[in-house]
């Protein structure tokens, strides 16, 4: 089975902290993404890789950036943590060459920025 | 612009009865389409995908969907749910938006069962 691992949990931090959420995933996929899950407005796109040392951004990548130096790991970091920053934040890999490819998920990373 | 809707929020059904869950997307051409499901502080899980063929698709945990073209519709379903069905569940389209190949989630539905 495919295994999206994120590094925490559960993280609470102080507003202004840099913050690096970390995710690695096992079955060689080329593309990862990071979500972000608020009650209401489902899972929004921060976001994503299609191979190593490349990203794109999603639909909500302000105050966000992230790295992919290694093909197995893509990292999320907060430059400057923000209470609005608090949220659920989801890790998902998937495989490039196939459109029906779905998306593997990480148990997510719980974040409250006090 | 690609979206789906899962019009209900929430669904509460008793132990054993039957359940729908609504899904309807929006994209020019064929969309694959997934449904997912979260646990309570978990990721979430693939339950099924359709992508072409027949338009009834089977998948784990006893559910199954049904791809409706006419009604821009991907509804899921199961014949009798259990109370280890509590979740919320996701439908999802992949579809190309300006240039790059993306996931569109709906905003999701939470499912409740009574004993």
């Known amino acids: 089975d495919v295994k999206v691992t994120q590094s925490s949990r559960y993280l609470v931090k102080r507003t202004g902290e840099k913050v690096f959420l970390e995710c690695v995933q096992d079955?060689?996929?080329?593309?990862m993404f990071w979500y972000r899950q608020d009650p209401g407005l489902g899972l929004r796109l921060i976001y994503f890789s299609y191979d190593v040392k490349m990203k794109e951004k999603g639909d909500i990548p302000e105050g966000y950036s992230v790295s992919r130096e290694k093909k197995e790991r893509f990292s999320l970091i907060l430059e400057s943590a923000s209470t609005n920053q608090t949220s659920m934040y989801l890790c998902a890999s998937s495989f490039n060459d196939r459109k029906n490819s779905p998306l593997h998920f990480g148990n997510g990373t719980r974040l409250t920025v006090t | 612009a690609q979206s789906v809707t899962q019009p209900d929020i929430h669904i509460t059904v008793s132990e054993g009865a039957s359940l729908e869950l609504r899904c309807n997307y929006s994209?020019?051409?064929?969309?694959?389409l997934f449904w997912y499901v979260q646990s309570p502080g978990q990721g979430l899980q693939l339950l099924l995908k359709?992508?072409?063929?027949?338009?009834l698709v089977q998948g784990i945990k006893g559910f199954e969907a049904e791809f409706k073209r006419s009604q821009s519709s991907f509804n899921l379903r199961k014949p009798s749910v259990h109370w280890s069905d509590a979740a919320e569940y996701f439908c999802a389209v992949g579809a190309w938006a300006s240039g790059t190949y993306k996931y569109i989630f709906g905003t999701g539905t939470r499912l409740k069962v009574l004993a």
């Open positions: 079955m060689d996929h080329e593309n």
């Open positions: 994209y020019g051409a064929t969309p694959y």
């Open positions: 359709y992508f072409s063929g027949d338009t």
